[in-house]
């Protein structure tokens, strides 16, 4: 119920955009009071959130490896979840993942119900 769009191989200092849509009917991340976040998992280690966001967008959350660099938004008419990604470093190339929570906001990968497929983020040197 959530694709991420927008991954890519780009050079440090650039900029990329990914996308995470939502689908579904009368349950699920579509629907009011979801929490959604975007996590990075790099191999042989743990999933990490980068950000979240409330449903209102009233409380967004960023980690300290990405706070002035990354934005997090969403629209929630069109059920999409966005993140800007300025000034890209290598060090931020993972496997990119949405994910959808009921509730408040939280960045512990275990208390998140929906998950994307993820999208590969490589940044040359």
């Known amino acids: 119920q959530l694709v991420e769009s927008g991954g890519g191989l780009v050079q440090a200092g650039d900029s990329l955009t990914l996308s995470c849509v939502a689908s579904?009917?009368?349950?699920?991340?579509?629907?009011?009071?979801?929490?959604m976040g975007w996590f990075r998992q790099e191999a042989g280690k743990e999933r990490e959130c980068v950000a979240a966001i409330t449903w209102r967008s009233d409380e967004i959350w960023y980690s300290r490896s990405v706070k002035g660099r990354f934005r997090i938004s969403r629209d929630n008419a069109k059920n999409t979840m966005y993140l800007q990604m300025n000034s890209l470093e290598p060090e931020d190339s993972a496997v990119y993942f949405c994910?959808?929570?009921?509730?408040?906001?939280?960045?512990?990968?275990?208390?998140?119900?929906?998950w994307g497929q993820g999208t590969q983020v490589t940044v040359s040197s």
């Open positions: 994910a959808a929570r009921y509730g408040e906001l939280e960045i512990r990968p275990s208390t998140y119900d929906y």
């Open positions: 579904g009917t009368t349950s699920g991340p579509t629907t009011s009071s979801y929490t």
